[in-house]
């Protein structure tokens, strides 16, 4: 089975910002089309930060799974209390593909498990305290695809999308 990431960033000080701890702090729906594209028929697991910054509503056409210490139920997902109970939940249903979605804590844990991560990068200065780890200074992690950079229809912010493939183990000893 293969394991994903996939998130949406802008730089801040030299760190990966993906959200405010309620929303992520940008609107670009391009961004939404290609997560919608490249997560649906796939298990997506998340923290329940994040099941919450969604709506609390199951995103269509994926198995959902958020990740909880508490006895909190999440209508139309399942729960599960570590991430590798969610990734068991997965592979026992016979998943090809998962893609961690967030936040923080999940995606530091699933790193290591990765394959690859699919990156958004938005331009601008945006405030928050909730990150990413910072794929472009990690020895561990190669950048396989930049796209060029885009604007949106929304406020015509800029935006281009990035993949990052874990290196091959040889090449980190
Ligand atoms: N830009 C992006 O791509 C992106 C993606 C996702 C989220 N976000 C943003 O990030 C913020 C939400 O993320 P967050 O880091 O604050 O919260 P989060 O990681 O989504 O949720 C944290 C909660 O998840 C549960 N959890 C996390 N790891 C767990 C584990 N290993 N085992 C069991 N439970 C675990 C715990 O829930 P309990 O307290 O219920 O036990 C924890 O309190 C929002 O601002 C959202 O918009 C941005």
């Known amino acids: 089975m293969k394991i994903c990431l996939i998130l949406a960033k802008s730089?801040?000080?030299?760190?990966?910002?993906?959200?405010?701890?309620?929303?992520?702090p940008w609107h670009v729906p391009e961004d939404l089309k290609r997560?919608?594209?490249l997560t649906r028929g796939n298990a997506v697991i998340m923290g329940s930060g994040t099941w919450r910054s969604i709506g609390s509503k199951p995103l269509k056409g994926r198995a959902n799974i958020v990740l909880s210490r508490s006895d909190a139920e999440f209508d139309g997902a399942k729960k599960a209390k570590s991430l590798e109970e969610a990734l068991e939940i997965c592979r026992s249903s016979g998943c090809e593909k998962v893609f961690v979605i967030g936040g923080e804590?999940?995606?530091?844990?699933?790193?290591?498990m990765a394959d690859e991560?699919?990156?958004?990068?938005?331009?601008?200065?945006?405030?928050?305290?909730?990150?990413?780890?910072?794929l472009s200074v990690s020895p561990q992690?190669?950048?396989?695809e930049k796209g060029e950079w885009k604007r949106s229809r929304i406020e015509r912010r800029g935006y281009r999308f990035l993949k990052f493939v874990k290196r091959k183990k040889e090449l980190n000893e």
Do not use: Y
């Open 11 to 24: 730089n801040f000080k030299g760190k990966w910002l993906i959200g405010d701890g309620k929303k992520m």
């Open 35 to 37: 997560f919608s594209a």
């Open 105 to 112: 804590g999940p995606f530091n844990q699933a790193l290591p």
């Open 117 to 134: 991560v699919f990156v958004t990068e938005i331009a601008g200065r945006f405030s928050g305290s909730v990150f990413a780890p910072n």
């Open 141 to 144: 992690w190669r950048q396989s």
